[in-house]
């Protein structure tokens, strides 16, 4: 008979003090990003890829794609692998066909970062529209669900295994598709990491707090403070550790 385990908040966390990755600390690890073209998504795959893990770069855009392989392979960082996707159209198929393939290349996964998500248009409830839902709910949740579910497998491989979800806290009124698939994300974190407590798979999640990208700009266009807000490259040795065998909690929202 399951077990049930009651699901409490999550609480907040943050790295160890003073943590400085150490040389070379992903080595050899397997690590699938989504949106790996964006603001976080590309710093993050550069970062992995400067510890030593082999990063599966998945995005839709494939020149852009191919620009972040690049720039791992010129550096000299261990060679990244390329699967384009479109999560707003994929279907299941499309991600059993994925960890399949993952499975076949690499035989594990050893983390899973997903930083792909959409704004949407933050509108009051009453005015928003169904198909700006849909788009909004497949990339930032029904995507992150089915990718999540058919690697599950492949993390259970690994002897260290991390899936890190980002979040955000956009929340409360006119923040509409953007916050409640924001908030579903936060009750798969919660749910996956009770589920598998006590074994090699962490599962966290990361609210990096307002910062300098292109989804931050869009939903504050006109703010005057959005060039003096942190970077992504400002906040790296996190999700450094997040990924790393030091990695010991689960459960958890890591803040900056």
């Not at 198909?131 to 990718?147: D, I």
């Not at 058919?150 to 993390?155: A, E, K, N």
């Not at 991390?162 to 698939?181: N, Q």
Request: hydrophobic share 35%; with cysteine.
């Amino acid at each position: 008979m399951m077990t049930t385990h009651n699901i409490l908040p999550m609480k907040n966390a943050t790295k160890p003090e003073n943590y400085q990755p150490a040389s070379g600390c992903l080595k050899d690890k397997v690590i699938l990003i989504t949106g790996a073209t964006g603001g976080y998504g590309k710093v993050m795959s550069l970062a992995y890829a400067a510890a030593g893990a082999t990063v599966i770069l998945l995005g839709k855009n494939v020149r852009l794609l191919e620009n972040v392989y690049d720039e791992i392979e010129q550096a000299g960082y261990p060679k990244p692998a390329i699967y384009p996707l479109n999560l707003e159209g994929a279907t299941e198929k499309d991600y059993y066909e994925l960890a399949e393939n993952i499975g076949n290349e690499f035989g594990r996964l050893d983390g899973l970062l997903h930083t792909a998500a959409l704004l949407g248009s933050p509108t009051p409830f009453e005015h928003s529209d169904s198909e700006t839902w849909y788009q909004v709910m497949q990339v930032n949740l029904n995507g992150p669900y089915l990718l999540t579910r058919h690697c599950i497998p492949l993390l259970k491989k690994s002897d260290h295994a991390s899936i890190l979800f980002m979040t955000d806290d956009k929340f409360g009124a006119y923040w509409d598709a953007y916050a409640i698939s924001k908030g579903g994300v936060n009750s798969m974190t919660q749910t996956l990491s009770a589920e598998y407590e006590g074994s090699q798979l962490f599962v966290n999640a990361i609210n990096p707090g307002k910062s300098r990208t292109a989804l931050q700009i869009r939903a504050f266009p006109g703010s005057n403070k959005n060039d003096s807000l942190p970077r992504p490259e400002q906040q790296q040795d996190l999700f450094v550790y997040l990924m790393s065998d030091e990695l010991e909690q689960t459960g958890l929202c890591f803040t900056p």
